[in-house]
């Protein structure tokens, strides 16, 4: 007999990445073992979405109406989920709507109510975006608040991090927990693919987070130094619009020579990646070792590299893994940026090595990231986490 499970969402399927690229190839992957998964989503940042439910490789995908606010929206999540009765509620996010159905949830249960199990899935440590989304203090404390109770009130978590795991074992040491890291879906014939072009580009994806202003200006004075004939691409809308104003006046205070070499194109799609990765010799993932970036899983990183793009990347959180064996150039997570400019010289400059790590990446990911064998390690922990007693 099928078993039903529910992943609640805290948004929709647009250009946040964490409901399109990782719930759902999760769903996916759990009908192979005798799940039959529904995503429901409160799409406030997909309003067209609103209403609409399809079905997608065996994952019922239920958008519920989102007019009257937070409280009406939620209320429609509660409701699909009554009707459902799945054995476990998947919260995506202890944030927004989905953190609120968890809180509403166990409050039935505190009160004798039959509930699912609650399962929890952290891919980020959301109290860090708080200095850069700039909320207020009163909304940051919320969400912090609700951010550690959803840990603290759930049979079970799943992180994409071994950052989030060490962090979430401080918040409840009872809970069983699963390191789960964003994974890949294995290359088609006509996917993204670098082939060598002894290129001079460096394509950079950013959301103008990763590393400050002065560190980008300083590490592209350096690579420009030595290879005046490159050109940096930055791909990426910035958090904050002010963000990308800073990278751009550092670049030209710190840099000038060299700023006129950097294209800022902003967000990027599919099909214009092609032709950017038809100019460049590698990408960079420089990340200062902070909490943001520690604590988060990439999934730009993990699509980069399965499309054999050379990569040089600090070895900053699960960077360090996404590379290991070889899969990219690593850089001590400590790196001044004119080590890290050394480090994508040397790889710009030897062809040999630039095909040998993009090999090393294509099959890393391949064997240790594919969704199928994560959605197997999901399904194994549901099962040990429905031989346990809820948490009350």
Not at 193 to 210: K, Y
Not at 265 to 276: N, S
Not at 338 to 351: C, K, S
Request: proline share 6%.
């Amino acid at each position: 007999m099928k078993r039903r499970v529910c992943f609640v969402a805290p948004f929709g399927l647009g250009q946040k990445t964490t409901v399109w690229a990782r719930t759902l190839p999760l769903a996916r992957a759990l009908v192979e073992h005798g799940w039959t998964p529904t995503l429901l989503i409160p799409p406030w940042d997909t309003p067209a979405d609103a209403g609409r439910a399809w079905m997608d490789h065996g994952v019922e995908v239920v958008n519920v109406q989102i007019a009257g606010g937070v409280p009406l929206t939620t209320h429609r999540l509660l409701h699909e989920l009554s009707a459902l009765a799945p054995e476990i509620v998947h919260i995506v996010k202890p944030r927004a709507h989905a953190g609120l159905v968890q809180w509403w949830l166990w409050q039935r249960r505190q009160v004798g109510r039959q509930t699912p199990y609650l399962l929890l899935d952290a891919d980020d440590w959301e109290q860090a975006w708080a200095p850069v989304n700039r909320y207020t203090w009163l909304l940051a404390r919320f969400l912090a608040w609700q951010e550690e109770w959803g840990i603290r009130h759930a049979d079970g978590v799943t992180a994409a991090s071994r950052w989030l795991v060490e962090r979430i074992r401080q918040v409840n040491r009872a809970t069983p927990i699963l390191h789960l890291p964003n994974g890949i879906d294995p290359p088609t014939a006509d996917g993204l693919h670098w082939t060598p072009t002894h290129g001079n580009d460096v394509l950079f994806f950013s959301r103008f987070v990763e590393v400050s202003p002065t560190w980008l200006a300083t590490c592209w004075q350096a690579l420009h130094a030595r290879r005046p004939q490159a050109r940096l691409l930055v791909a990426g809308a910035p958090v904050r619009s002010d963000l990308g104003d800073a990278f751009r006046a550092a670049m030209a205070a710190i840099a000038p020579h060299a700023a006129a070499s950097v294209e800022w194109l902003g967000y990027v799609d599919r099909a214009q990646l092609a032709e950017i990765y038809a100019r460049i010799g590698c990408a960079i993932f420089p990340a200062e070792p902070t909490v943001l970036q520690q604590a988060k899983c990439s999934v730009r990183l993990a699509t980069t590299l399965l499309a054999g793009v050379p990569v040089v990347a600090s070895a900053v959180g699960e960077q360090r893994a996404y590379g290991a064996g070889g899969a990219a150039r690593l850089v001590h997570a400590d790196a001044t940026p004119e080590t890290f400019a050394e480090a994508v010289d040397a790889l710009l400059n030897t062809p040999a090595q630039q095909a040998s790590v993009s090999e090393a990446a294509r099959r890393h990911l391949q064997e240790q990231y594919d969704w199928r064998l994560l959605g197997e390690r999901l399904h194994e922990f549901y099962e040990e986490v429905l031989r346990r007693d809820r948490v009350s």
